[in-house]
């Protein structure tokens, strides 16, 4: 894995989402039906925008704090803003946003666990220039999550900051 480039940035979004509750080895088994629970949605209510529309994994708990079998994790999307969304089923959504540091990898499959250790451990904990705010981080997929050990793809991982 190498060193992402890391900039700062604030982000505004509306999202639909899927939320999970459960540790994140029960998560990844469940998460490609998420997201295509969630991507069918979003055809039948014409929310997704080519170009615009983002996905990404939301964070909700930290996972040395909380139980694994508590921890809460939402497939999300983003829509259009001022849109009229139809809560139904599993589908909820919710606005966020404020101060992220932004570290823009290229992560195959089984490097995603070392890119989130690398942005906390490694990199924000050592560095005194930012102060992490009580917010949730998430995974914004730049381009599609790779299906095999082989191939890469770019993710952003967002961590808010005050």
Same mark, same amino acid.
């Given at each position: 894995?190498? &060193?992402?480039?890391?900039?700062?940035?604030?982000?505004?979004?509306?999202?639909?989402?899927?939320?999970?509750?459960?540790?994140?080895?029960?998560?990844?088994?469940?998460?490609?039906?998420?997201?295509?629970?969630?991507?069918?949605?979003?055809?039948?209510?014409?929310?997704?925008?080519?170009?615009?529309?983002?996905?990404?994994?939301?964070?909700?708990?930290?996972?040395?704090?909380?139980?694994?079998?508590?921890?809460?994790?939402?497939?999300?999307?983003?829509?259009?803003?001022?849109?009229? /969304?139809?809560?139904?089923? &599993?589908?909820?959504?919710?606005?966020?946003?404020?101060?992220?540091?932004v570290l823009h990898?290229?992560l195959s499959i089984?490097?995603?666990?070392?890119?989130? &250790?690398?942005?906390?451990?490694?990199?924000?904990?050592?560095?005194?220039?930012?102060?992490?705010?009580?917010?949730?981080?998430?995974?914004?997929?730049?381009?599609?999550?790779?299906?095999?050990?082989?191939?890469?793809? &770019?993710?952003? /991982?967002?961590?808010?900051?005050?």
């Amino acid at each position: 894995m190498e &060193k992402p480039m890391i900039t700062v940035e604030n982000y505004e979004v509306e999202v639909i989402y899927i939320r999970f509750k459960g540790s994140y080895t029960e998560f990844r088994k469940n998460s490609r039906k998420m997201f295509n629970e969630l991507f069918k949605y979003a055809k039948k209510y014409n929310l997704i925008r080519e170009n615009h529309t983002k996905v990404m994994t939301i964070y909700h708990d930290n996972p040395f704090i909380t139980d694994s079998k508590n921890l809460r994790t939402s497939v999300a999307m983003t829509v259009p803003s001022n849109t009229t /969304i139809v809560e139904e089923g &599993k589908i909820g959504t919710m606005k966020f946003g404020g101060k992220y540091v932004v570290l823009h990898f290229e992560l195959s499959i089984g490097e995603y666990e070392k890119a989130w &250790k690398y942005a906390y451990s490694d990199w924000l904990l050592k560095n005194d220039k930012y102060t992490p705010r009580d917010s949730f981080p998430f995974e914004l997929y730049v381009t599609e999550p790779p299906e095999d050990y082989k191939k890469k793809s &770019k993710t952003d /991982i967002y961590i808010p900051i005050e």
